[in-house]
Nanobody, 117 residues
Framework: QAQLVESGGGLVQPGGSLRLSCEGS????????MGWYRQAAGKGRELVALETNAGRMNYADIAKGRFTIARDNGKNLVYLQMNSLKPEDTGMYYC???????????WGRGTQVNVSS
């Protein structure tokens, strides 16, 4: 079954860094416009960063200057590099992939990020 699988979450101190990965299992991620979202406990899911069909990366204000999406098409992976992490970055992080020819996307199951001292 084709799916997206996130990994790389964990516990990190404020000011630290994490790199999340999203693997396409049965999916060729270079055919997909990718995005990262997050959801804190008791809150709705919010956009972190989103790739356009043309491959441009757009970042939400919460991520600008701190987070970066990167691709490794050879490994069929998409990363979210997160630097200068804050406690308010704590939450479940999800990747979403949308075929460039479609409006319908698929979600991974998420990876938990905890930023705490």
């Amino acid at each position: 079954q084709a799916q997206l699988v996130e990994s790389g979450g964990g516990l990190v101190q404020p000011g630290g860094s994490l790199r999340l990965s999203c693997e396409g299992s049965g999916l060729i991620l270079s055919d997909y416009a990718m995005g990262w979202y997050r959801q804190a406990a008791g809150k709705g899911r919010e956009l972190v960063a989103l790739e356009t069909n043309a491959g441009r990366m757009n970042y939400a204000d919460i991520a600008k200057g701190r987070f970066t999406i990167a691709r490794d098409n050879g490994k069929n992976l998409v990363y979210l590099q997160m630097n200068s992490l804050k406690p308010e970055d704590t939450g479940m992080y999800y990747c979403r992939g949308r075929p460039r020819w479609s409006n319908k996307g698929s979600w991974g199951r998420g990876t938990q990020v905890n930023v705490s001292s």
